[in-house]
């Protein structure tokens, strides 16, 4: 939700949504000209792949956010960011989490300023 707020807030696209990966079905994926930001610590998690496939199916570009380099996902991507937090060893994974939110805080900035160096 942080980076769909984000993006909202900076305007980076006409359209921003957030949706859990677990409840994504092909009816939640835009039809044209949209992306998906996938975003998951393991770079295996099922949903998220699952996501990531089904977008990939239906021409989206498909973006992701991984800690795990080499990871499914990873490969299964053609645009990424590896967070390189290393391993965690705690439940809470605070630093895959401070990670992700600062490299999505980054990508929103990255697009916002492609948006506005092409006149939007």
Not at 7 to 25: K, S
Not at 57 to 73: D, P, R
Request: with cysteine.
């Amino acid at each position: 939700l942080y980076g769909a707020k984000l993006m909202r807030a900076l305007d980076c696209f006409d359209t921003v949504t957030a949706i859990d990966a677990a409840e994504v079905t092909p009816d939640d994926l835009p039809r044209h000209h949209g992306g998906l930001l996938a975003i998951s610590q393991s770079g295996e998690t099922r949903d998220v792949f699952r996501s990531v496939r089904e977008a990939e199916a239906q021409g989206m570009t498909v973006f992701s956010v991984v800690n795990a380099v080499g990871s499914l996902i990873a490969r299964t991507t053609r645009l990424g960011v590896y967070l390189n937090a290393g391993r965690e060893n705690a439940v809470a994974s605070t630093k895959a989490f401070t990670s992700q939110v600062t490299a999505l805080a980054l990508i929103a900035l990255w697009f916002r300023q492609q948006r506005e160096d092409s006149g939007e």
